[in-house]
């Protein structure tokens, strides 16, 4: 099997405000395989350093390392070949590339989208949410106002970074009292700020508060003490969270999840919980957002994923275009980008 990896740089529209930073571009991995028989999968692995701490060089190591198992798997099954992938641990994002790219060749070489493969009554389309990247009030406000015009039925507000109730207020004016109201913290609150920081933000009507602190206990701390629904992100990272019922919703990403097989495994684990899931990238790029545009079409959460990313970056990205709030399933073979 051929095998090649490139590196994919995308820069953001305007500077991203978080809780881990300011981001101004995405450095991906592109992984390609090209078998005997001609048929090509492309994966990607999108590592975020300052929101999950892994170093794309680690990642490009990891890859190196890939190369000649896939090199000389050409006659494995997908499954058995991914098996044969040593996974490094605290890299996902490796894994997920060469998770990515069987997927895409399988689809590719049956002539079926990925959705079709996971599922036999997949979505034709995913309702997604807008994200609210101005760190005034102004910006804010004209962000929601746009976002409502253009469809959406979902914003999510990032706080724990300057005016939050300021910011918040405006975009609820902006957006209209049947929007729903995503906050994400990203980790930035102590047990006590989050409750204090939730129960001041209420009022604006929240659908739910993505990840307002970090590690287990404290979200299971939080969640008893606030009436808003609490979400996981980052701290699903940590062995034995899915199951550990601390959260009324998790949000899964096709990166830290390694992949869509990983992810679809970790969806399972989740919603036996008594969980809700719904999908996210890490600011992915295009063969990312593909592949949970595709698990979450097999997975049809009922909330709306953070999967409109593509749209934040200046480069001209013209696939996945997110239309009256939702983004169309790929029809064409593989992950149809």
Not at 21 to 45: F, K, Q, S, T, Y
Request: proline share 7%; hydrophobic share 45%.
């Amino acid at each position: 099997m051929d095998v090649r990896v490139a590196s994919l740089v995308l820069r953001f529209s305007r500077p991203l405000q978080t809780a881990y930073g300011e981001l101004h571009e995405r450095e991906l991995l592109l992984l390609r395989i090209r078998g005997g028989d001609g048929v090509v999968g492309w994966g990607e692995a999108a590592p975020l350093p300052p929101y999950d701490g892994v170093p794309l060089e680690a990642v490009r190591e990891a890859l190196a390392a890939y190369e000649p198992i896939l090199r000389d798997g050409d006659d494995l099954p997908g499954g058995a070949l991914l098996d044969a992938c040593p996974d490094p641990p605290d890299l996902p994002q490796a894994l997920a590339a060469v998770d990515l790219a069987l997927w895409d060749r399988a689809g590719n070489r049956e002539g079926r989208p990925v959705s079709e493969l996971i599922t036999d009554d997949p979505a034709d389309s995913v309702r997604v949410n807008a994200t609210i990247a101005a760190a005034d009030r102004a910006g804010a406000a004209a962000a929601a106002a746009e976002a409502a015009r253009a469809g959406y039925s979902c914003v999510k507000v990032k706080v724990g970074v300057g005016d939050d109730a300021g910011r918040v207020a405006a975009v609820r004016a902006a957006a209209g009292p049947e929007m729903e109201l995503r906050l994400d913290a990203n980790g930035a609150w102590t047990v006590d700020e989050a409750v204090a920081s939730i129960e001041a933000l209420a009022p604006a009507g929240l659908e739910l508060v993505e990840e307002p602190v970090h590690g287990v206990e404290a979200m299971r701390a939080v969640r008893e003490r606030v009436a808003v629904r609490v979400a996981m992100d980052e701290t699903a990272a940590e062995p034995g969270s899915l199951t550990a019922a601390v959260a009324d919703a998790v949000c899964l990403k096709v990166s830290r999840c390694g992949g869509i097989s990983g992810l679809l495994a970790q969806a399972a684990l989740v919603r036996a919980s008594g969980a809700d899931v719904y999908l996210a990238s890490t600011y992915d790029g295009p063969l990312g957002v593909a592949a949970a545009v595709h698990c979450a079409a097999a997975l049809r959460p009922t909330g709306a994923c953070g999967l409109g990313t593509l749209e934040l970056f200046s480069d001209d990205v013209e696939v996945l275009p997110v239309r009256h709030g939702e983004i169309a399933v790929p029809d064409a073979p593989g992950l149809g980008v």
